[in-house]
């Protein structure tokens, strides 16, 4: 079946399988590579993306689903200029990832939260972030680098 | 302000663009050319005959290439196994537990691999499983292998003498006079303790991609954290030189341990070998579960102390429920064994430790090796005596830990650590004589594990002419950072900026031979290994210029970068250049580590692992939370302080899991909870309220600078901490992890009756 969509802001039409989820076509029939699988049971968030700006799990959505929507993954966020995105800057500056499998969902994750609610509170991101799961780093130091992307975004730094 | 330009500070990761951007390549992003899959059948029984295997219908599925069975195995040699080659790459005439591979279904693709995979039609005849380690050990026990295996390549580093029956492995260790000492001691405490069997969660499962091509030359793209003992386990198996084995490992999603030796590549070369394909075989979560978890361990265990309160004795049986295949078990069962000791100097020591086949998932490293199971024991027992003298736990700990170059293992290297004044800075951090309000406990632990592993490791770095510089290291960047680290000590090495240091690896075949990527040996001995070929590297770039200026090389002067001879500078690339008289050249520096000079004892450093934390526990649900936390990191020198704090968080926070809740637990044969939907894990709202990171640098490590690794000390401390909490909190000892809410309900129920 054809399937129509945004994808990183440029409009794209796949001949996919009903069966697909949206991490199969967005790994191996655009090589997004950046959307990572794990759990496959929505547990994990690794496979976090961005549909119509809200977090979704790619490895259990279909494909089919975002017809006609806006979807969003780690290669979509810097700017036109490469320039990233606040929040990939602060990921780097506090040392936010290890292995750096669980990043790509984590950073969309963080982005939906901001992009909602600029100014959450500790509360509030961990509440947000608590289906986003991350072995190596201990959760502090991407807490932290969420509140420096919140603070840039709002031009508090 | 540090005395150095590029080591020691807290430098911009060399992946990081890579990993925030999603470019990041890990070998489960690998595709080649002309790539076929792979999926296998797995058993549904414990311990059974394998009768026959019928793969017809699956093989005529339009899309299969192949089926491999134990049958389709012939010409090669089919166990592996770096300890014991008990092994096999599929199931030979038995299954060993729920989950073993018995055939592999090759197809054009995934989804075809996998719909194959249930045509296969198995008949097996049911044996008697062996599924506890009483079990295994009891008289007349079925064996779970009935037959005798040869001792894989690196059985025979460390001595293990060879086990019978279901004992994969028998460690003793032993000195004084435990049984006088502990007649004669004026307490013991004495006790029996579990620590449960946990699964590393690495996000990205196992997954290799091989390709055996015509040449029988095989390339292996893999999530092995050793490639190098990777390549020699294909090369057995194969009957390949070295030469024609190359394993490349790309970014790893996650190791922990679990992805130490060899799990998944060569089941997946043999799907190559047999299709003339390049084939990805990759496993999902579920079955990564069913493909190593950690040793869970029953540690009996007694310790004494004299009138004076000196610690004079601990004795020790544990026993390591190891599962169907030996992997790194017999090596978790030698650490297990050293590490029960602690930090302490105890002049009578006395230590069984038996790893033991069971017809469950095999297990093999888990962060800390053998280090959380043991640690848990030995430092409840300590509070334990403490309290039975009256003493306040940390006073007890600072009269009994022993002091830098003290021994705490006669034969071994002496403490290169300073524990008691690391324990006294947790204290100081986690407020340790604050009042406690109702609820609440506190506790800190230590523990002191013989790191690094056999020092083998080797690097050659390039200085080019343009001044940039290649460091070519067989260590895996798992996310430790090592990529970073290692750049940061060749440009502090050679005066380069770090952005003109590229790091290439791991890949066998353009690295040199680097054992392993654990026991945190990384910084220590590849960090050393890059300093010492920088450094023979500049040493031909002075031979060079002495030639180039016609002066003994003895009137050169040495500075940052280069050399002055009177008013004339040159730097190495300069001086490269002009000796080629050529652009684009570079030469090579070498360095070989062995077991020998100063790092002929081992280990090569003590790890030590110091954790303080404050947690309140809800006695009416039994639910723990942990209020502040605070590690010590006494690394010598941290290279990159910020990374070498994230590992300390990262390790305790891991602790922390296997402590609270993280357990697999088998119904008879079965795994119960072999998902992530019901294996809980730490989340973020697990964290610590208060979390503290401290490092002590006093230079005191063989490594680069003085440094020693870290990055497994605190994950082993943190079970008999929240146990020890608990106990001043509610007076309810637990001596089982993980501390459920059901299990410390349970416990203040039976108090309160």
């Known amino acids: 079946m054809k399937i129509v969509f945004e994808l990183n802001r440029k409009p794209v039409e796949l001949d996919i399988e009903p069966s697909e989820t949206l991490a199969e076509v967005l790994r191996d029939r655009c090589r997004l590579t950046g959307v990572k699988v794990s759990c496959e049971a929505q547990v994990c968030g690794s496979c976090t993306v961005l549909v119509n ?8 959505c279909l494909a089919y689903e975002v017809r006609g929507r806006r979807v969003t993954t780690i290669e979509g966020l810097a700017d036109e200029s490469g320039r990233l995105h606040p929040l990939q800057q602060a990921f780097l500056d506090h040392f936010a990832f290890q292995c750096g499998f669980c990043t790509p969902g984590m950073i969309l994750a963080a982005k939906a939260l901001l992009d909602e609610n600029a100014d959450p509170t500790d509360e509030e991101m961990i509440a947000h972030m608590d289906g986003n799961l991350c072995r190596c780093t201990g959760y502090l130091p991407i807490l932290k680098a969420i509140r420096q992307a919140s603070m840039a975004m709002r031009g508090q730094q | 302000m540090s005395e150095f330009t590029t080591v020691n500070h807290s430098v911009p990761r060399g992946d990081g663009i890579a990993k925030v951007t999603g470019s990041a390549i890990y070998a489960s992003d690998i595709g080649l050319e002309h790539m076929a899959w792979a999926k296998v059948l797995r058993s549904p029984f414990a311990h059974a005959r394998i009768v026959s295997i019928d793969a017809s219908a699956a093989k005529r599925q339009p899309g299969v290439l192949d089926v491999l069975t134990a049958d389709g195995l012939a010409g090669l040699s089919p166990y592996y196994g770096h300890a014991v080659k008990d092994h096999p790459l599929l199931a030979i005439g038995k299954v060993r537990f729920v989950g073993e591979p018995v055939a592999a279904v090759i197809a054009e693709d995934e989804p075809s691999a996998q719909e194959a995979v249930k045509k296969i039609v198995v008949k097996y005849e049911e044996l008697t499983p062996v599924l506890d380690v009483d079990t295994a050990l009891s008289a007349g026990a079925p064996l779970v292998h009935d037959k005798e295996y040869a001792g894989g390549a690196f059985r025979g580093f460390d001595d293990f003498p060879e086990g019978t029956g279901n004992i994969c492995q028998a460690v003793h260790v032993e000195w004084g006079d435990v049984e006088s000492a502990l007649a004669s001691a004026a307490h013991v405490a004495e006790g029996e303790f579990y620590f449960p069997m946990v699964y590393a969660y690495a996000m990205e499962p196992y997954v290799a991609v091989a390709d055996y091509n015509s040449k029988s030359q095989l390339t292996v793209y893999s999530s092995a954290q050793h490639p190098f003992i990777v390549r020699h386990d294909l090369a057995r198996v194969f009957g390949l030189p070295l030469a024609n084995v190359r394993v490349i490992v790309p970014f790893v999603g996650g190791g922990y341990g679990s992805k130490s030796y060899t799990k998944v590549e060569p089941l997946a070369a043999a799907c190559s070998w047999r299709t003339g394909r390049p084939v990805k075989f990759r496993l999902s979560v579920e079955e990564a579960m069913l493909t190593t978890r950690g040793d869970d361990a029953r540690v009996r265990i007694r310790t004494a102390m004299d009138a004076d309160g000196h610690l004079v004795a601990r004795q020790a049986t544990i026993h390591l429920n190891t599962g169907a295949y030996a992997e790194n078990s017999p090596m978790v069962a030698r650490k297990a064994a050293n590490r029960i ?3 302490y100097r105890i002049p009578n020591v006395k230590v069984d430790c038996l790893a033991v086949y069971t017809n469950t998932v095999p297990a093999s490293s888990y962060r800390g090796l053998g280090g959380a199971q043991v640690t848990f024991p030995a430092e409840s027992q300590i509070d334990e005596l403490a309290e039975m003298t009256g003493c306040d736990p940390l006073q007890f700990r600072l009269e009994n830990l022993a002091h830098r170059r003290e021994s705490i293992h006669p034969g071994m290297r002496p403490i290169d650590a ?3 004044g690391d324990i006294c800075q947790a204290a100081d951090l986690l407020g340790w004589k604050e009042p406690l309000a109702p609820g609440h406990g506190r506790s800190i632990c230590c523990s002191a594990t013989d790191a690094g592993a056999h020092p083998v490791t080797l690097a050659m770095v390039q200085v080019y002419g343009d001044g940039s510089v290649s460091v070519m290291s067989g260590s895996t960047e798992l ?9 940061q000590i060749a440009a502090e090495e050679v005066g380069v900026p770090l952005e003109r240091v590229r790091l290439v690896g791991s890949d066998t075949t353009v690295t040199l031979f680097e054992r392993s990527t654990g026991a945190s040996r990384t910084t220590t001995l590849m960090g ?4 010492e070929a920088c450094r023979e590297a500049i040493a031909q770039c002075k031979s060079m210029a002495a030639e180039l200026l016609g002066v003994p090389a003895e009137e050169l002067v040495e500075e940052r970068g280069g050399i002055r001879c009177g008013q004339t500078r040159l730097t190495w690339a300069g001086i490269v250049e002009r000796y080629f008289e050529m652009e684009g050249c570079s030469i090579l520096g070498r360095a070989y580590l062995r077991k020998a000079g100063d790092l002929t004892l081992i280990p090569a450093f003590w790890e030590i692992g110091v954790v303080g934390l404050e947690m309140e526990v809800d006695e009416d649900t039994g639910k723990i939370s942990v209020d502040s936390m605070v590690t010590i990191g006494d690394v010598g020198l941290a290279i990159h302080p910020a990374m070498t704090e994230g590992q300390d968080l990262g390790a305790a926070t891991m602790g922390l899991g296997a402590s609270l809740f993280e357990e697999l637990i088998y119904d008879g044969q079965q795994l119960t909870n072999g998902t992530m939907l019901e294996y809980r894990v730490p989340r973020f709202s697990d964290m610590a309220r208060n979390i503290q990171m401290k490092l002590v640098e006093n230079r005191d490590g063989v490594g680069p600078y003085g440094a020693k690794g870290g990055g497994e000390g605190a994950v082993n401390p943190i079970g008999p901490c929240l146990a020890n909490a608990l ?20 416990a203040l129920q039976q108090k309160r009756s």
């Open chain 1, 53 to 60: 700006q809200l977090p979704v799990s790619a490895c259990t």
């Open chain 2, 341 to 343: 000791v602690g930090p």
């Open chain 2, 418 to 420: 300073d524990v008691p």
């Open chain 2, 479 to 487: 996310g430790q950072g090592s990529h970073t680290v290692l750049a």
């Open chain 2, 528 to 531: 050393r290994a890059v300093l």
């Open chain 2, 727 to 746: 106990y001043r909190a509610t007076g309810v000892r637990i001596r089982t992890l993980p501390l459920t809410p059901e299990r410390v309900w349970t």
